[in-house]
């Protein structure tokens, strides 16, 4: 797990359930971007979100944007920690984080990435999902307008 800004955290699923990890490091809510189960530490604080998207080029991941982009701002504007992670905390928790920080916190596409490898030197998010979120920054975080971008420029 790695700490990318002071209350947001990215990892892979067993940091999501290495309960005295999260702990020690105060994580107060995780964002689940996996198809897998995930066993979550038994913490009656703990706010879980999990969304289930495949890493594959086809997957539609422009629409979650809005969705964990809110849930991450919340959960820090409220005082809290998040930790978000997919399987191996390599391609689906990167591109969801890249947005939120392009999003709430001033970076652009380039400073985003430059930004999360110098935190997790092995973020390779998939291709598809890196130009979905061009997309989505180029029609100023409009879902509707990205989609139809991306689907004119596939023809």
Known sequence: MDQILSKLYLGDISAAENGATLRRIGITHILSITQLSVSYPKRAVLVTKQLELEDAPDADVI???PMT???IHEAITGEGVVLVHCDLGVSRSVIVV?????QHCGYTLDSAFVHLRSKRAFV???ASFQRQLKAFCDTEYDVEKAHA???????
């Open 149 to 155: 971008l991306l689907a004119s420029a596939d023809r």
């Open 124 to 126: 390779r998010p998939n």
């Open 69 to 71: 982009s809110h849930f």
């Open 98 to 102: 890249a947005a939120y920080l392009i």
């Open 63 to 65: 629409s979650i944007f």
